[in-house]
């Protein structure tokens, strides 16, 4: 399919079959989804027999946790169907219906099985450990109810998880508003492209905009875009405060100092871990500084602004690639994983696994996801940049770590954790990175992609670190009894962008708003995972790269692993231990080693 340069996106309906995926493989019609929507309710009411039984004996706890299994997997099923239908077009209102059925079913199944954790718990540890024991099938579960047992003073009484379960649903609200507003309602302003032709701005067209060698095209972009959020900055102010004080509510009721304690805990992961991150980048904003002098020097600028953040530095001949040969990239990028992973890499990229291109009311971005009974899926919006090389890259990385786990673990260890979350998708655009730089011998062309590689890091590694600071100061504020009002959202996201760019850039006043349209703000304390993760993925492509067979073998068997151990473990295995300060120091050693470069060769 050709780029639409229309000011019209297309409609659902209008893209070829095979730019879209294939939701059927999890259901071929709604009435299998209805099915299981049924069972999942059938199920849901069978599991409560259980309660006040679970310290009866072995085997009616194995039992119990084998059909919450059942329950969960085909919740799984409905859930990610509906929200995968959704995505495709936001504004289909059979499927927004079915999302909305699916939210209600899971806060359902949860409150049924609320009662699980709290009644292990009360179990005494040796009668559980005899429990485990005696009963092979319960063995399954001995990391799980350990988990459980490491969180058990966070825990709430059997009355009180159910409570909490049936209010997930309402605690969902302030995502799942700005969600809608975000990818259904928000409208953008039409402007002149660099040949005067009238083009709508879009979500997924505004990169493309800001990395137009036409500076008017960039500004104009810029303010397009941010002057729609800021017109409606009262309403996102409160529904991200209304997430922030969730947040609170939550890491209150359950016992934790903070919510940043309360979210991390899930990981296993310290809050001296988040902590030492943002001091680290903090000592380390000269390298920022200096690439950013670099870039107003290479673009001939007297004054560096936020829309110029993004255009590349180095001429590179206008093309755009099609998506045929960005899969080709892709693949010979990734060839160092080995004759397996390149196997299950091609059948993701021809069986159905992804949706291509942006139609009509579509969620913006790009992720991959799944249920454990099928394959995953990847979103794309494919515009045909090199950016949109690396991210196929990227997301194919989360799902072949998804399809390695969900082929190695049983259903309750299939679920890896956040914290690893990134690791394999940025190893995956740290390999391709390093095999087009091999095979370009063009000065020109080395420098562009050296300039991709140090803007991967800027926005993967310096811009997460300063989002996560911004999520740690509003959590901290809402926590000391302080109001989120929008002048206090834009005073504190302006002076974050005044310190982490430094004096090199002119801080525009629109960039004051950009907390405003950051999804992950709805999935609190996230982004600086992606901080963690580049910074594991640097060390184990160059393991990859220079071991071969060995360090690739370490890297499957992290894949394979799911949440069968804590996520510093299997990193530690794998031959990367963040619970140190040095991967992130050893990441930002190898930007400066690439900006140095780049600065010999501009």
């Not at 059925?101 to 949860?110: F, G, I, K, N």
């Not at 850039?505 to 950009?514: C, H, Q």
Request: aromatic share 12%; net charge negative; hydrophobic share 35%.
């Amino acid at each position: 399919m050709a780029e639409n340069k229309s000011s019209r996106l297309p409609k659902r309906e209008e893209i070829d079959s095979r730019y879209k995926w294939k939701l059927e493989d999890i259901y071929k019609n709604t009435e299998l989804w209805e099915e299981d929507f049924k069972k999942a309710r059938s199920l849901s009411r069978e599991i409560l027999k259980y309660k006040g039984r679970l310290a009866e004996s072995a085997d009616t706890l194995s039992a119990c946790l084998k059909l919450c299994d059942e329950l969960t997997s085909t919740n799984d099923m409905v859930f990610v169907y509906s929200k995968m239908k959704r995505d495709e077009d936001n504004s289909n209102h059979v499927y927004q219906a079915l999302a909305d059925r699916a939210m209600s079913l899971s806060t359902e199944v949860y409150a049924a099985i609320s009662f699980i954790v709290p009644e292990i718990i009360s179990i005494p540890e040796n009668t559980l450990k005899g429990f485990i024991n005696a009963n092979k099938e319960l063995q399954l579960y001995r990391q799980h109810i350990n988990e459980i047992l490491r969180q058990k003073k966070h825990i709430l009484s059997d009355s009180e998880e159910q409570l909490l379960a049936m209010s997930s649903e309402i605690s969902h609200a302030p995502k799942d508003i700005f969600t809608m507003f975000n990818n259904a309602d928000i409208k953008f302003p039409v402007i002149k492209d660099e040949n005067g032709e009238d083009i709508e701005v879009t979500k997924g067209r505004y990169i493309k905009f800001l990395e137009s060698k036409d500076r008017r095209v960039r500004q104009d972009a810029f303010h397009a875009l941010y002057s729609s959020y800021g017109s409606t900055r009262n309403t996102l102010a409160s529904t991200l405060s209304s997430n922030v004080k969730k947040n609170r509510f939550y890491a209150t009721v359950r016992k934790y100092n903070s919510s940043l304690e309360a979210s991390l805990d899930s990981d296993n992961i310290s809050t001296g871990v988040y902590d030492s991150l943002i001091d680290t980048i903090n000592k380390n904003l000269g390298l920022l500084h200096r690439y950013l002098k670099l870039r107003k020097k290479a673009l001939k600028l007297d004054e560096l602004h936020m829309y110029d953040l993004y255009v590349p530095i180095v001429d590179q001949p206008k093309k755009s690639i099609l998506y045929e040969d960005a899969l080709k990239l892709v693949e010979k990028g990734l060839q160092p994983l080995g004759s397996e992973y390149m196997g299950y890499l091609k059948q993701g990229l021809t069986s159905g696994w992804i949706d291509v291109f942006e139609n009509e009311g579509k969620t913006s971005g790009a992720y991959s996801w799944g249920a454990y009974k099928v394959h995953p899926f990847v979103l794309l919006n494919f515009q045909g940049t090199i950016n949109d090389v690396f991210t196929i890259a990227h997301e194919m990385g989360h799902a072949l770590h998804s399809f390695y786990t969900n082929k190695t673990q049983p259903y309750i260890y299939s679920e890896y954790k956040i914290f690893v979350a990134e690791v394999a998708s940025t190893v995956n655009e740290s390999l391709l990175m390093n095999q087009m730089l091999s095979d370009t011998q063009d000065k020109k062309e080395r420098s562009y992609l050296l300039n991709h590689y140090l803007e991967e890091f800027r926005g993967t590694v310096f811009r997460q670190v300063m989002f996560a600071e911004f999520e740690k100061i509003i959590h901290s504020k809402v926590e000391q009894g302080e109001a989120l009002t929008p002048q206090e959202f834009c005073s504190i996201y302006t002076d974050l962008n005044s310190r982490y760019f430094g004096s090199e850039v002119v801080i525009d006043e629109d960039i004051a708003m950009e907390w405003s349209r950051i999804p992950h703000f709805y999935n609190s304390f996230y982004v600086y995972k992606y901080a963690t993760g580049f910074s594991a993925a640097t060390s184990l492509s160059q393991q990859i790269l220079k071991e071969g067979a060995p360090a690739v073998s370490r890297y499957i068997n992290f894949l394979s692993s799911g949440g069968s151990d804590y996520p510093l473990e299997l990193l530690k295995k794998a031959g990367v231990d963040l619970s140190t300060p040095k991967p992130v120091q050893d990441a930002l050693n190898v930007f400066e080693n690439i900006l140095a470069e780049l600065e010999g060769l501009v």
